[in-house]
């Protein structure tokens, strides 16, 4: 079965630390998307690369930065946590084309204090 | 720019009865629709996908359909069960190196 892991199910930061979000995927995909997901304004695309290296800027990627440094592996960093930055992070992947879906993880609760 | 919208919120039916749910989009004329599944606190799950020239798609309980003159796209769930209560997503495929747009989703809420 397919697989797209988040590396933590809850996770709670201090204000102005440096966070790290990770995800990995089993399905030699070429593309992968960080998203956040907030009552009433539903997924938000931060983030996404299509080739390790690449990364293109969503629509909220302001505190936010990127990180794919092998095919597998997209990382969301947090530069300086910020209350305004507690929110449900979920990462996707998918094949090139259109007639895919994304594969989502399972999320991670992210709690800024 | 372009939008995807959800009509309901949330949706309230007594089981056996058909969940229809609805998906408009503006500013844009998708080639492809998807719709998701998303329980509580997990993260969407992928259930079908349907082209512009397809008109109609099932599995199973569900069919999606997607009408490009009024922009729209239906998903029926047929003999609604409360295991079919969570949120139902759609999304399209932009123009832009084909990332998707999500509406805000519709919860579904089966009850016995």
């Known amino acids: 079965d397919v697989k797209v892991t988040q590396s933590s199910r809850y996770l709670v930061k201090r204000t102005g630390e440096k966070v790290f979000l990770e995800c990995v995927q089993d399905?030699?995909?070429?593309?992968m998307f960080w998203y956040r997901q907030d009552p009433g304004l539903g997924l938000r695309l931060i983030y996404f690369?299509?080739?390790?290296?690449?990364?293109e800027k969503g629509d909220i990627p302001e505190g936010y930065s990127v990180s794919r440094e092998k095919k597998e592996r997209f990382s969301l960093i947090l530069e300086s946590a910020s209350t305004n930055q507690t929110s449900m992070y979920l990462c996707?992947?998918?094949?090139?084309?259109?007639?895919?879906?994304?594969?989502f993880g399972s999320g991670t609760r992210l709690t800024v204090v | 720019s372009q939008k995807i919208e959800q009509n309901s919120e949330a949706l309230n039916i007594q089981e056996g009865k058909t969940a229809t749910l609805t998906c408009n989009y503006t500013n844009y004329s998708p080639a492809y629709l998807q719709w998701y599944r998303q329980d509580p606190g997990r993260g969407p799950v992928f259930l079908l996908l349907i082209r512009e020239n397809e008109k109609e798609k099932r599995k199973e309980r569900l069919k999606v359909t997607f009408d490009t003159t009024l922009k729209q796209s239906l998903f029926h769930i047929t003999a609604s069960q409360p295991a079919d209560s969570a949120t139902y997503l759609c999304a399209f495929r932009g123009s832009t190196l084909g990332r998707l747009y999500f509406g805000r989703g519709t919860q579904l809420t089966v009850w016995p």
């Open positions: 399905m030699d995909h070429e593309n």
């Open positions: 690369s299509y080739d390790v290296k690449m990364k």
């Open positions: 996707a992947s998918n094949p090139i084309g259109p007639l895919y879906g994304y594969t």
